[in-house]
């Protein structure tokens, strides 16, 4: 146990990190599971029916409006830039664009259609930016075998020279193939910010706080759909979690491919249990990061939840479109 938290200990520090940072992050909705009133993002005056939203204790919006029945409207007034960058720049660079771009695709269909657009602009921005990290990310899978080979042969060879030559071997590989193994990295650092920033547009947008997709309401969390019986809510929550899966095992599953189609046979260099090597390190990050998901998936909006399953499947369809344009054999 104590070797395998060693081995782990710098992807553990990882996701500890995207735990704290996801729960440190300031949620914009009451214990009642209802948005602020405060914080709702409108392109234009809109008004919302008091049982729809919460407010803040002691904000002024409590003081106004506590006394409303649940019927009653209030008014909300368009939200500027301006008044997102005083919360913040993450507010205002992040958050206000992809609630607005929400907002206004869904003035024209509903909040699931705004979500749908916003995903795939987002995911074509993150493509054209980070394309060079994708295909090599894919090209690692390629690289195992060679990775594997090199690692039997310091297997259970501490001293430093051993782990000077190892690290040089592995370097000589990484350069051969023209990859950089830390800019593999890039895709998570930029999709990081995005996804708190859709985190909060989900919760905060107008459109998603008052509007309905297929009839389903995208501000109600799973828990609370299942609840009410919808069955909805747990088909969308399961094929989020099943295509989540699919988007990280999809490199490997090309990979393996694309071996079988060109007839390639490789010796299968044995490794010892306490250096699975980098694709185990991959698998045990696809694993936790999964059910790190599905964890926060159940008690966020499902606004959020299609979100996810949205972004899954286009992120399969760019693992398909970089094997076959990018990959060569």
């Not at 368009?78 to 771009?101: C, K, N, R």
């Not at 008052?210 to 094929?239: D, R, Y």
Request: charge should be positive; include cysteine; aromatic fraction near 10%.
């Amino acid at each position: 146990m104590k070797d395998f938290f060693k081995q782990k200990k710098k992807l553990l520090l990882v996701v500890m990190l995207m735990v704290v940072t996801l729960t440190g992050c300031s949620v914009p909705r009451g214990q009642n599971g209802k948005t602020y009133v405060d914080s709702i993002i409108t392109i234009k005056e809109e008004t919302v029916a008091r049982k729809n939203v919460d407010f803040e204790k002691g904000s002024k919006a409590e003081k106004l409006y506590k006394d409303l029945k649940p019927d009653e409207r209030i008014t909300i007034k368009p939200t500027t830039f301006s008044d997102a960058m005083d919360e913040g720049w993450f507010h205002g660079i992040i958050v206000y664009p992809i609630a607005q771009l929400i907002n206004w695709v869904a003035n024209f269909t509903d909040a699931g259609i705004g979500i749908i657009a916003a995903t795939f602009l987002i995911q074509l921005l993150i493509f054209l930016f980070s394309i060079k990290s994708q295909v090599a990310n894919q090209r690692m899978q390629a690289l195992q075998p060679e990775m594997q080979k090199i690692q039997a042969k310091y297997a259970g060879r501490t001293d430093d020279r051993s782990k000077m030559a190892q690290a040089q071997e592995m370097q000589a590989l990484y350069s051969k193939y023209k990859i950089n193994p830390f800019g593999t990295l890039l895709i998570t650092f930029i999709q990081f910010p995005v996804i708190l920033g859709m985190y909060q547009a989900t919760m905060r947008a107008y459109s998603v706080v008052t509007g309905h997709f297929a009839g389903i309401n995208l501000a109600k969390t799973p828990i609370e759909g299942l609840k009410e019986g919808q069955i909805a809510f747990g088909v969308i929550f399961i094929l989020m979690v099943l295509f989540q899966l699919l988007s990280f095992k999809m490199p490997q599953w090309l990979q393996e491919h694309r071996k079988k189609k060109q007839h390639v046979k490789e010796k299968k260099y044995a490794e010892p249990k306490k250096q699975p090597g980098m694709m185990g390190s991959m698998n045990m990050m696809m694993y936790m990061s999964t059910a790190m998901i599905a964890i926060f998936a159940i008690n966020w909006p499902l606004g959020m939840s299609f979100y996810w399953l949205v972004n899954s499947i286009v992120r399969v369809g760019q693992n398909l479109l970089i094997h076959k344009c990018f990959i060569k054999d």
